[in-house]
Nanobody, 120 residues
Framework: QVQLVESGGGWVQPGGSLGLSCAAS????????MAWYRQAPGNQRELVAS???????NYADFVKGRFTISRVNTRNTMFLEMNNLEVGDTAVYYC??????????????WGQGTQVTVSS
């Protein structure tokens, strides 16, 4: 069964840094594009950054220059390094991946999310 698990969330002061990880469960599946989304209270879920299977990143304008997305395909793991965090970055961060299994065509999978809180 495919499962995505986020980790690394927590509390940090404005201007601080935090690193998130997303690990996919072990199995005979292929992971294509991956992405980080976030959702703050009262807001819709929004794309933060994405990364192709080949490692090409894309960033939302509001995190460009501050966040870095990466992945290690051999470990089915994706990372998000967040620097110069702002109060507005406070949200639940979700891992997303397009995954194909031997029995199911490629589709979106989501993690349960990890809370990131930026406050003084």
């Amino acid at each position: 069964q495919v499962q995505l698990v986020e980790s690394g969330g927590g509390w940090v002061q404005p201007g601080g840094s935090l690193g998130l990880s997303c690990a996919a469960s072990r199995g005979t599946f292929v992971i294509y594009d991956m992405a980080w989304y976030r959702q703050a209270p009262g807001n819709q879920r929004e794309l933060v950054a994405s990364i192709t299977a080949g490692g090409s990143p894309n960033y939302a304008d509001f995190v460009k220059g501050r966040f870095t997305i990466s992945r290690v395909n051999t470990r089915n793991t994706m990372f998000l390094e967040m620097n110069n965090l702002e109060v507005g970055d406070t949200a639940v961060y979700y891992c997303n991946a397009i995954i194909a299994t031997p029995s199911v065509a490629a589709k979106d999978y989501w993690g349960q999310g990890t809370q990131v809180t930026v406050s003084s």
